[in-house]
């Protein structure tokens, strides 16, 4: 089946640093990537979408400036998440959908926990 | 426009007895529905998919959900439930017209008392 990887699993950070996610599609290609995130005891909220070679689509009240994503190739999007602060703590999801298949098809990568002191 | 409306925040079973978790959506378009698991400190797994074929579908782990249009329900039952199905469920609701885009609902915890 599909597999979509996240790296790092977790990452601390000190307040002000950045931090950079990434996104892999490990079999397939993905021509649209998602950034999710998840607050303790929440759903999942979509941040962005990540078009291959195109500027990412941020969902309202998501500050564009602070997480910068970038989808540079059918199989990697990144999220980094600039000037971290305490309140940017969170686990965050990407998903992936394939370039051919099912129009319904997305994969989900296993998370990130971010956590910044 | 869509959304998708979780009834239950938690819900709590015996082992071996019957688990149901409530979910209706609403959608302008005919939608694909999905139920996903979240263990702890886990990604997601997809229990099983609604995408306009057979409106009872089965997933893994003795999960099956049935689409029922006239009602907007799309619940999620399992005749026996296991501790190991203690866990997050998301009830998730997808369309591809005028762009893809994926609402969760939110969450159902479900609680399985030995």
């Known amino acids: 089946g599909a597999v979509v990887s996240q790296h790092p699993s977790w990452v601390i950070c000190k307040s002000g640093t950045s931090v950079k996610i990434e996104c892999r599609s490990l079999?397939?290609?993905?021509?649209?990537m998602f950034w999710y995130r998840q607050f303790p005891k929440q759903s999942l909220m979509l941040m962005a979408t990540?078009?291959?070679?195109?500027?990412?689509?941020?969902e309202q009240g998501v500050e564009k400036d602070k997480f910068l994503i970038n989808h540079a190739s059918l199989t990697l999007s990144t999220l980094t998440v600039t000037s971290a602060h305490p309140e940017d703590s969170s686990f965050y999801i990407c998903?992936?959908?394939?370039?051919?298949?099912?129009?319904?098809?997305?994969?989900f990568g296993p998370g990130t926990r971010l956590t910044v002191t | 426009a869509q959304s998708v409306t979780q009834l239950d925040s938690h819900v709590s079973v015996s082992e071996g007895t019957p688990v149901l978790l409530r979910c209706n959506y609403s959608?302008?378009?005919?939608?694909?529905l999905f139920w996903y698991v979240q263990h702890p400190n886990k990604g997601l797994q997809l229990l099983l998919k609604?995408?306009?074929?057979?409106?009872l579908v089965k997933g893994i782990n003795g999960f099956e959900a049935e689409f029922k249009k006239s009602e907007t329900s799309f619940h999620l039952t399992k005749p026996s439930a296991h501790m190991s199905d203690a866990a997050e469920y998301f009830c998730?609701?997808?369309?591809?017209?005028?762009?893809?885009?994926?609402?969760f609902g939110a969450g159902t915890r479900l609680f399985v008392k030995a």
């Open positions: 998903s992936a959908r394939p370039a051919r298949g099912n129009s319904y098809e997305q994969y």
């Open positions: 079999d397939f290609q993905a021509t649209t």
């Open positions: 990540s078009n291959e070679g195109s500027k990412a689509t941020y």
């Open positions: 959608s302008s378009y005919s939608p694909s």
């Open positions: 609604y995408t306009s074929a057979a409106t």
């Open positions: 998730v609701v997808s369309r591809n017209t005028g762009g893809f885009k994926t609402i």
